[in-house]
Nanobody, 122 residues
Framework: QVQLVESGGGLVQAGGSLRLSCAASGRTFSRYAMGWFRQAPGKEREFVGAITRFGRTTVYPDSVKGRFTISRDNAENTVYLQMNSLKPEDTAVYLC???????????????WGQGTQVTVSS
């Protein structure tokens, strides 16, 4: 069992930056690839990126590539999402999740956090 808690969301102006954190419970954090997703009101949950178990590889969709960076600290059981050059369309609840492998498929993620709200004003 893995429990995930996101933090770091808030209100930011367009062009600004935020760094989200996702803290995991337990001693099995390094067994999991970690992903970030987002969900805006009335829209489907969207893949934002993922990182392999030891942080060697990250993957991103084109919508955030070059602006968002995922990293992790296995000693601290934490994964991060650095978001730069934020746009109003990035406004959403951001969620982290744990999976057996790096994937953009929602159904492959076994554990989810509750999410943190990010609002980007124009």
């Amino acid at each position: 069992q893995v429990q995930l808690v996101e933090s770091g969301g808030g209100l930011v102006q367009a062009g600004g930056s935020l760094r989200l954190s996702c803290a995991a419970s337990g001693r099995t954090f390094s067994r999991y690839a970690m992903g970030w997703f987002r969900q805006a009101p009335g829209k489907e949950r969207e893949f934002v990126g993922a990182i392999t178990r030891f942080g060697r590889t990250t993957v991103y969709p084109d919508s955030v590539k070059g602006r968002f960076t995922i990293s992790r600290d296995n000693a601290e059981n934490t994964v991060y999402l650095q978001m730069n050059s934020l746009k109003p369309e990035d406004t959403a609840v951001y969620l982290c999740a744990a999976a057996q492998r790096v994937t953009d498929t929602i159904g492959e993620y076994d554990y989810w956090g509750q999410g943190t709200q990010v609002t980007v004003s124009s």
